[in-house]
């Protein structure tokens, strides 16, 4: 699978693309914060999915992310996902907390946000020329260190490199 040595981890980002008939979710294993390119690629068809229920959207994509994770859980030290872990100051969970329970609290969870949501305890992240913000929440880490990974990640623009990748994965395969 990869070089690495005993006790190093990989770092994990998902994401879900929906379909008429099913999901397809994607998964990038990296080494380094700063990886431009993943060490290894996973991509895993869901099918059927549960129907998109307003305000519980976890309840659709927790299965569609656990597909791909499942079979690298025992590699990996973080996880990224695509959302937010908590959406108010009083802990009411998000997707990223609903995948943090999921995986047993064993794994920190990051989650990066592309648009604000009202309340949430983000860090907001600039990163290349960008203007505008990417929220980062946490699970199982510091926010602030949370953060600060998602700054280091390799690429010039808003959005990491390896983030753009796993979008770009689901959606063509």
Known sequence: MTSTGPGLRLKACVDVDYREQEAVSACLLFETWAAGQPTRTLVERVAPVAPYVPGSFYLRELPCLLAPLRQVTALIDTVIVDGYVWLDQEG????????YDALEQQLPVIGVAKSAFRGAPAVEVRRGDSTRPLYV???GMNPRQAAEHIQEMHGAHRLPSLLRQVDQLCRRA
């Open 137 to 139: 929440t946490a699970a």
């Open 92 to 99: 009411r969970p998000g997707l990223g907390a609903h995948l």
